[in-house]
């Protein structure tokens, strides 16, 4: 980066950065640390979704199907958009009249001890593969800049920034800062495609026929596009992460319409990546690994100054997102293992803080050893959460549901994930079988053992 773009990122990170640390020593106690006190409104937990699910690692996965397969990668964000829709209609009320601890925690609630454990440990299982697919992504967008340091050091630098904007406050500082990224990323993206809409061609290399719709379909198949829409439909509506947040809000009516409000806005901002990363393939410029796609389009195609504040906002929307994630790791450890009588506003936040360092270690080694390919594992770590979808949905909307049956289900499920992965692989579209005969399949499976082996009326008092 030049000067100005260097001191442009360090000015965006600095206020943001002070931002999340603002009146952070005034957050004791732990339900401040994890939940905001649970009076969040609609705007800011509007923001703070929008940022949680808005992060670099599907910001350069889906940058990079556009630089690959053109403008028929335009069809990914409603995978975004149908899937929070979904939680909007189906579970967000529904978290928010719960109110508690960790999504795990309603499965110890309305099953019992055992299979609350049993989906804690799944849920923790995907998440820290989830936060260090995160840490992934954000060594792919900033190794361009800093190509002398390895992985590791270039990780360790970056997630020292985060601890140091948001570990001390926890959610309310996450909030804070997420509220002003967002304003920022809806300024910055439709520059973006429209800098690279200007930019003259470079004919680097041929751009193909991206404009083909029958080209794109061989390429990227609609069958993917579907079987992706429904796994993020049936593993949205159990993330910790966003659950974590609607705890925080000031009522179930706040919930709904954030999620619904969020939706909208991530489906706008991952288009228009979309977009600009396929113009930058249309005008011919080349890329020597398509998950560099976006990073190369920054550098090359943006007028100085403007680059600075595109890196820093990609740091900032991972760096959130993995705070998110953390919290809500650190929320599902106190809530489902490490209970307390006392009331929550009674109890220190240190907890919550040696639980976050925790995790962030664990996610920083895995990030460095085990991820490779950013979709792939991404993908792969919802497996886990999918399997619970029949435990919740049931536990929300059917009396009749037994502990037998949501076992089953989740075992059923974790069989069809995992067995479509290595008996069909990501070449024969594994996703396909997996969402469209596996989850059905997991459904049936709990609602016939449901009825075959009806709840107990003292399991269903509780």
């Known amino acids: 980066m030049s000067i100005l773009d260097f001191l442009i990122f360090c000015l965006v990170i600095g206020v943001l950065v002070a931002i999340g640390i603002y009146k952070s020593k005034y957050i004791h106690s732990e339900s401040a640390y994890l939940f905001a006190e649970r009076e969040t409104k609609w705007l ?20 990079s199907l556009g630089y690959l397969w053109g403008f028929w990668a335009l069809t990914l964000p409603f995978i975004f ?29 309305k099953y019992g001890k055992n299979l609350g454990t049993t989906a804690s440990l799944l849920l923790l299982m995907a998440m820290i593969g989830f936060s260090a697919v995160y840490i992934k992504s954000l060594i792919l967008l900033f190794q361009p800049i800093f190509p002398t340091l390895n992985s590791w050091i270039l990780s360790c630098l970056l997630l020292s920034i985060i601890f140091i904007m948001s570990i001390r406050g926890g959610l309310k500082a996450i909030i804070r ?61 159990l993330a910790p992460w966003y659950g974590q947040k609607i705890f925080s809000a000031k009522s179930s009516k706040v919930a709904f319409w954030s999620v619904f409000t969020a939706a909208i806005v991530i ?27 976006l990073p190369h389009l920054i550098q090359r195609c943006l007028p100085f100054g ?86 919740l949905l049931a536990g929300f909307y059917w009396k009749k549901v037994s502990y037998q049956g949501v076992y089953l289900s989740i075992v059923t499920g974790s069989i069809c994930g995992i067995g479509s992965y290595y008996i069909f692989g ?15 399949l997991t459904f049936l499976v709990g609602t016939l053992t449901s ?11 509780n």
Do not use: H
């Not at 940022?51 to 350069?60: C, G, K, P, R, V």
């Not at 489906?267 to 560099?292: D, H, M, N, V, W």
């Open 44 to 63: 800011a937990l509007s923001c703070t979704l929008v940022m949680t699910e808005f992060n670099s690692a599907t910001l350069i996965s889906f940058s």
């Open 81 to 109: 958009l149908v899937g929070l829709l979904f939680y909007a209609v189906t579970v967000a009320k529904k978290w928010k009249e719960f109110d508690g601890m960790s999504v795990a925690g309603f499965f110890t609630v």
């Open 177 to 237: 800062t997420d509220t002003l990224s967002t304003f920022l990323l809806l300024i910055f993206f439709p520059l973006l495609a429209f800098f690279m809409w200007k930019v003259p061609p470079s004919f680097e290399v041929d751009p193909g026929n991206i404009f083909s719709i029958a080209a794109g379909q061989k390429i990227l198949p609609i069958r993917f596009i579907i079987s992706l829409t429904v796994l993020t439909m049936f593993t949205y509506i």
């Open 267 to 293: 489906f706008f901002l991952y288009g228009l990546a979309i977009f600009a990363t396929a113009l930058f393939r249309y005008k011919g410029f080349g890329c020597p690994q398509s998950e560099f796609a």
């Open 306 to 391: 403007f680059k600075g504040l595109a890196y820093a906002l990609l740091f900032i929307s991972s760096a959130t997102t993995l705070t998110g994630v953390w919290s809500a790791m650190s929320a599902m450890l106190i809530g489902d293992f490490l209970k307390s009588e006392k009331n929550q506003k009674e109890i220190s936040c240190n907890r919550s803080i040696y639980a976050t360092i925790f995790f962030a270690i664990l996610s920083f080694i895995l990030a460095n050893t085990l991820i490779d390919s950013v979709l792939d594992k991404m993908i792969l770590a919802n497996i886990p959460v999918a399997a619970l979808s029949f435990g």
């Open 426 to 440: 990501q070449a024969g579209n594994y996703t396909w079988y997996w969402t469209i005969y596996g989850i059905p």
């Open 451 to 461: 009825l075959l082996l009806p709840p107990k009326p003292l399991l269903q008092t």
